[in-house]
């Protein structure tokens, strides 16, 4: 019986996986790239009956009503701060917004102290063999793993050492987005276009968007090369451009990256699982927190009920949720284009659209029923638990 698991990534899917495995009696440990838990990044949200009923399952649900932000409305102004267009808070915020890193602590502590957590580690090899998977890590540690999971984001290293390189699996969506924390006043999010970016200020977050039809070289870990490609692309822009740029060069939190999808089939290969971003990632507008959660609460109960088999359990958490990631997903295409159209007349189309109540309306259902459609079983544990490993 597979009972212990390595997983990849403490991000949002490693913690939840975490949680719902160890409850069902496996034994979890989360490696983490980051010397701490990484605690950047704006708001996420979560919406619909199956979000928050899976949250509640975990028992989280009251924690993060505690910390939620409560949405904030977005504005769109032009460079004397004039409204062009407005969207209430719940366009954004779905029914339950908190910031990315108390939603990362409170997922972490829930699963606490029944899972094994390696902070500033990184797998740089996996061997499958029949009796489990040899791991090594870029510590020089080596140990072994009936099973281990990717849960290290649209970048994932597990993804890349067991499905091959990125570039076969990651499509680039012609567009990077940027945070930073940078206190502001109370109110609305602001939000500034020129053709092709968009610089915004609200909700303790500045944030920026810009178009680039082709990938970007730099180095992820490199975040002074990140800070200067942001200052590059908005260099000489007014209205509070010159406020965010000054704030972003004292920022410890920066998160960069592209708008990208991720496609990969099949999600396993042997012992080896993906979950999350990693397996049906679209960096942003992707629903990627509600998906998070769906996959890692069926991954674990699959295996649960398959006795921990994963060459029953593994196919099935693929055919339960694959379409239901996929569909939410696609809400990721057209994020780009919604910030920061290419064009002044691109500009003017959104700012028109989205003031129409009929057009919101039937966006924010689409949005609904993405992150409604799915069945989820109710799963029980492993028969008989058994005793936790020597490490
Ligand atoms: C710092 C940060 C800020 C973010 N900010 C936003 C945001 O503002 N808006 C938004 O919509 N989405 C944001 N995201 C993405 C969003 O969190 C995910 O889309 C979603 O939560 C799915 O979660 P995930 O756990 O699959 O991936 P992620 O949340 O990306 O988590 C992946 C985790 O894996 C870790 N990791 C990466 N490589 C390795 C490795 N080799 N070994 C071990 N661990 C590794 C990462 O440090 C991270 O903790 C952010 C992600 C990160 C990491």
């Given at each position: 019986m597979s009972t212990t698991v390595l997983i990849s990534g403490a991000g949002i899917a490693g913690p939840a996986l975490a949680?719902?495995?160890?409850?069902?009696?496996?034994?979890?440990?989360v490696v983490e790239v980051a010397p701490a838990l990484r605690t950047g990044g704006s708001a996420v949200d979560y919406r619909g009956p199956v979000h928050l009923g899976l949250l509640e399952r975990m028992g989280v649900l009251d924690r993060l009503r505690d910390v939620q932000t409560g949405g904030t409305a977005m504005r769109f102004v032009d460079e004397r701060d004039r409204v062009l267009m407005e969207m209430p808070?719940?366009?954004?915020?779905?029914?339950?917004e908190v910031a990315r890193g108390d939603l990362s602590r409170i997922l972490c502590e829930a699963s606490g102290e029944r899972t094994e957590w390696l902070f500033g580690d990184s797998v740089t090899s996996l061997t499958e063999t029949a009796a489990g998977v040899d791991v090594t890590f870029r510590s020089g540690?080596?140990?072994t793993f009936d099973l281990v999971v990717g849960a290290d984001g649209v970048h994932s290293t597990v993804r890349r050492l067991a499905f091959g390189p990125e570039r076969d699996h990651v499509r680039h969506l012609g567009y990077y987005v940027a945070g930073w924390s940078m206190p502001d006043g109370p109110g609305p999010t602001r939000n500034y276009n020129v053709p092709g970016r968009l610089a915004a200020l609200g909700g303790g977050q500045a944030f920026l968007a810009?178009?680039?039809?082709?990938?970007i070289g730099y180095d992820r870990r490199d975040v002074t090369a990140q800070k200067r490609i942001l200052r590059d692309r908005f260099a000489g822009l007014g209205w509070e451009v010159p406020r965010l740029l000054a704030a972003l060069d004292d920022?410890?939190?920066?998160?960069?990256?592209?708008?990208c999808r991720v496609d990969v089939r099949p999600w396993s290969r042997?012992?080896?699982?993906?979950?999350?971003?990693a397996a049906a990632g679209a960096t942003i507008g992707g629903m990627g927190n509600g998906t998070a959660l769906v996959a890692a609460y069926a991954l674990a109960g699959e295996l649960a009920a398959a006795g921990g088999d994963h060459t029953v359990a593994f196919p099935r958490y693929e055919k339960l949720?694959?379409?239901?990631?996929?569909?939410?997903?696609?809400g990721g295409n057209t994020t780009g284009r919604f910030l920061a159209p290419r064009t002044a007349h691109g500009i003017r189309m959104r700012n028109w659209l989205?003031?129409?109540?009929?057009?919101l309306g039937m966006v924010m259902k689409i949005a609904g029923d993405r992150s409604a459609k799915i069945d989820l079983p109710a799963y029980s544990g492993l028969s008989a638990a058994s005793p936790r490993p020597p490490r």
């Open positions: 949680y719902w495995l160890s409850h069902h009696g496996f034994h979890p440990t808070a719940d366009f954004a915020g779905g029914d339950l540690r080596r140990r810009f178009s680039s039809p082709r990938q920022a410890t939190d920066l998160y960069f990256d592209q708008i042997g012992r080896i699982t993906l979950v999350g971003d949720v694959g379409d239901f990631a996929r569909r939410a997903q696609r989205h003031n129409q109540q009929w057009f």
